[in-house]
């Protein structure tokens, strides 16, 4: 029930924004491809552990599914934390955090399950420059964010730019639509998208871990079946052969 309550307080907002008229990009990511959840884990430990932590996972864990020794998790993903049994936790105060950003950059454990991993990549892609921010952009499906566009060396600034459209029933209404201020930025743009859904795919994964196991599992299960079911069919023959 408590999980309910919880999801349900997560979703008002996000159908807010789906009915805000925004469209979601779709994330199109695959849990079960390891090299892509492995630069997820590393855009997240370089581009977000700064500000976000992932309380309920484990280096350890990490390493385990994603085909990493302990050696490579020093190495590649562990900066602060000592021992890879550790939780992913930050050494910002959350005090400092608020005076920052006016509000703390929550825990992204469980963030692609309340989220969704649509509205996670849109949201990826979707900051633009808005010099009324105190951080100077703004969201189109997180309006008024107090995240700062951390990636945008990676993107390059994207400006918004208000369009009229008109639909079927001919009446016109505004779109906002982003482009990228400085067009030779594309290629870096495209590269961009194809980090991110990386990096929602590694969020995905982190909010379910026993996924991975299920999709292994759930394929041992239908082998096991299958075998099975060859044995019934011989041993039904068996039976019937004395009645006939
Ligand atoms: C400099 C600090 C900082 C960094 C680095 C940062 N964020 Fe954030 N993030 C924030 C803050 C602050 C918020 C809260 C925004 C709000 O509520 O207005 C936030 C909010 C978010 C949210 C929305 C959470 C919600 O309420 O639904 C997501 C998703 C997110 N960040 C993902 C990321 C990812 C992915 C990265 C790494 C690429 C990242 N952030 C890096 C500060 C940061």
Request: proline residues 3%.
């Amino acid at each position: 029930m408590k999980r309910l309550i919880f999801a349900l307080t997560w979703l008002l907002p996000t159908m807010a924004f789906a009915s805000s008229g925004v469209e979601l990009q779709q994330a199109n990511n695959d849990i079960t491809d390891q090299a892509s959840l492995q630069t997820g884990a590393k855009l997240f430990v370089n581009y977000c552990m700064g500000c976000h932590s992932l309380q309920y996972a484990r280096f350890q864990r990490i390493g385990k599914d994603l085909g990493l020794t302990d050696d490579d998790l020093k190495e590649h993903l562990m900066f602060g934390a000592e021992k890879v049994g550790e939780t992913i936790t930050i050494a910002m105060d959350q005090d400092d955090a608020e005076r920052w950003f006016g509000v703390t950059p929550p825990d992204l454990s469980v963030i692609a399950r309340a989220r969704g991993t649509d509205w996670l990549y849109t949201y990826m892609l979707s900051f633009y420059l808005d010099p009324s921010r105190p951080m100077g952009v703004n969201n189109l499906v997180f309006k008024d964010v107090g995240m700062p566009h951390v990636l945008w060396e990676q993107q390059g600034w994207q400006k918004a730019v208000h369009k009229s459209e008109t639909d079927a029933q001919g009446h016109s209404h505004e779109v906002i639509e982003l482009e990228l201020v400085n067009p030779a930025d594309k290629e870096k743009a495209e590269q961009y998208e194809k980090d991110m859904r990386n990096l929602v795919n590694f969020l995905e994964y982190i909010g379910e871990p026993a996924k991975l196991e299920r999709h292994s599992l759930g394929w041992k299960v239908l082998l096991f079946l299958f075998i099975f079911l060859g044995f019934s069919v011989a041993l039904k023959k068996e039976y019937w052969r004395d009645i006939h």
